[in-house]
């Protein structure tokens, strides 16, 4: 029994020892009310803090969605920056996620040609910093998009989506800011404001501003569908 307890209390050491070591991301989930043909939602303003490793950050911005005949709009512009006093000393990592569901009963299916355009600004982050971010629907990403380090950025991708069935179309963005360590007081990580132009010969049907992400969604509808 004592031996028991004594690798009982060993076990208890260590973990009290290695746990507070481990890199845990904080994470902040965003969730806008469904919206049907000829609704919005927002825009809706968001302001958090949050604690990586002893690091404070402040996580802060808006997001909005609507659809139309145009189709769907979603944007999300959210800023992290780091508000210690001193560099960080270790790679901290906050994700943030933007959930907007569409709904249409009528006929037809949501498939098309969906794209996005990515900007990224960052400032103030030491090397190896990364940032990424991604628009999904229904759970297939249109292609991950990264940056490393400091500058402005951009890129772009389009994917054909299928299979998109239902009445409800659930768009996702999935963001991931990797602070590398030694970012200094101030560094951050955020996107111009402003529209990207569409391409003239693609229909516009989606448009996600995400903070130092920048993304355009846009997809092609099944001529059945919503139709107003």
Excluded: C, H
């Amino acid at each position: 029994m004592l031996i028991a307890r004594s690798k009982f209390f060993l076990r208890t050491a260590f973990l009290a020892l290695v746990v507070p070591a481990i890199s845990l991301p904080a994470t902040l989930d965003l969730t806008g009310p469904t919206v049907g043909f000829g609704g919005s939602n927002g825009p809706t303003n968001f302001n958090t803090t949050a604690t990586v490793n002893g690091d404070t950050y402040a996580i802060f911005g808006t997001y909005s969605a609507s659809y139309n005949a145009g189709g769907t709009f979603i944007s999300i512009n959210p800023t992290v920056a780091y508000t210690g006093v001193a560099p960080t000393a270790q790679l901290d990592t906050i994700t943030l996620s933007y959930t907007q569901p569409y709904f249409d009963n009528s006929p037809g299916s949501w498939d098309g040609v969906y794209s996005q355009n990515i900007p990224f600004n960052i400032s103030g982050v030491a090397p190896g910093s990364t940032f990424s971010g991604q628009l999904s629907y229904d759970g297939q990403g249109l292609g991950l998009i990264t940056a490393t380090g400091n500058g402005s950025f951009n890129g772009s991708n389009s994917a054909n989506l299928t299979g998109l069935n239902g009445d409800t179309l659930t768009a996702v963005f999935d963001f991931t800011f990797n602070f590398g360590a030694g970012a200094t007081p101030g560094a951050l990580a955020n996107s111009p404001a402003g529209v990207v132009p569409e391409p003239s010969e693609m229909l516009p049907v989606g448009l996600g501003l995400a903070g130092f992400l920048f993304v355009v969604a846009r997809r092609r509808r099944d001529s059945l569908k919503k139709t107003a």
